[in-house]
């Protein structure tokens, strides 16, 4: 058991963060999700290279049929059938948004031993090639009640039929106020009624850039932060941006004084500061009193964390355009790029960023951000910033699939 875990952890520190699929003169790359148990990589992704069947048995047990080998595997529990063998995997699989994670070692490991005339792991070019008939149809068949959360990604163009989505949700609500500031004056702004003006003038500025958009809230009622991803995936949401106003710690040296526009992307918090504005933003679940089990599940937590893992990249770049084009208006200072595990990120499977637009604890922010025409360029901004990144990003597509 000590030997297993050992190679198990050697692999973990050896294992590379996309996987080339090759098969013929065809090839692909597929990311690989980082879990804390090692790499995990959604087996749906090696189709159709791969010949591959996926059959959902029941509600956890999944049978397959990859390159000719028959598997079972069952969610959360580490072990593969393996041609009616049983054989320990290094983690559980597991299944985000409607697809079958699988560890690293299945693919890497796994598959080649079991089936060595057709398919050959060369770890140092962390490729996978594949030297069976390559027509065999890949059919993947998921619960239907997992198959509701699958995850959306940006059309690609020239096959894009509909008009980009962007969600845009205004932070708070209801009696769930947010902040409330400024520090020390005799008028009181609260956060929910800023970040829902700012958030219907970048519907306005989405729209006029052509741009579909999805409010999570359009009046003063409190939504589960969970149940905000969850409209955005409903939707399917090409990006997620949700719209908040910082506070300053009342236990600075002069709170009063801080100020300043940040930008957040999902994943752990890096900071102190950081982690502040990730506690004041996740405190919100309180007030909901509908919440469920699962919301308190931290498995569930983590889970949902990995698949936002797969656009971590595309998100710290969004957030890297919002608070270059915020700059362009805002006073300042700048206060970065920063990450943080906002709950309200962690279930929209798409590019999620939360803007916090500036201090409401500082009297001249909170001025400029209750300002409707300050709060109309600060929609602009973020808007352009939008259109910018998904531009960018469909470039990249379409480059990446001529
Ligand atoms: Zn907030």
Known sequence: MIGAVLVALQLA??????????????????????????????????SPLVPLTITAVGTDRFSLKIAGV????????????????????????FVVGGHLHVPF???????????????????????????????????????????????????RPGTRARKRRIVVDAGHGGVDNGMRGPIGASWTIYEKNITLAVAEKLDTALRSRGMDVTMTRTRDTLIALDDRGKIANEVHGDVFVSIHVNAANLAWHKPADARGYETYFLAEAKTEDAKRVERMENESVHFETNSSSEKDDPLTFIKLDMAQNEHLRESSELAEMIQQHLGTMEPGPSRGVKQAGFRVLVTAYMPAVLVEIGFGTNAEEARFINNPAKQREIANAIAAAVGEYLDHYERRLGSATP
């Open 13 to 46: 520190s050896t294992t590379p963060a996309a996987l080339t699929v090759r098969a013929g003169d065809s090839e692909s790359v597929v990311p690989l999700v980082e879990t804390n148990l090692g790499a995990a990589i959604s087996l749906e992704r090696l």
């Open 70 to 93: 028959d598997m079972e595997l069952r969610d959360q529990l580490p072990f593969a059938r393996v041609s009616g063998q049983v054989v320990p995997l290094a983690a559980a699989p």
């Open 105 to 155: 070692e299945i693919v890497s490991e796994l598959l080649p031993r079991a089936a060595a005339d057709r398919v050959r792991y060369n770890p140092s070019r962390a490729e996978l090639r594949f030297t069976g008939p390559a027509t065999t149809a890949s059919v993947a068949l998921i619960p239907a009640s997992e198959a509701t959360a699958k995850r959306a990604a940006p059309s």
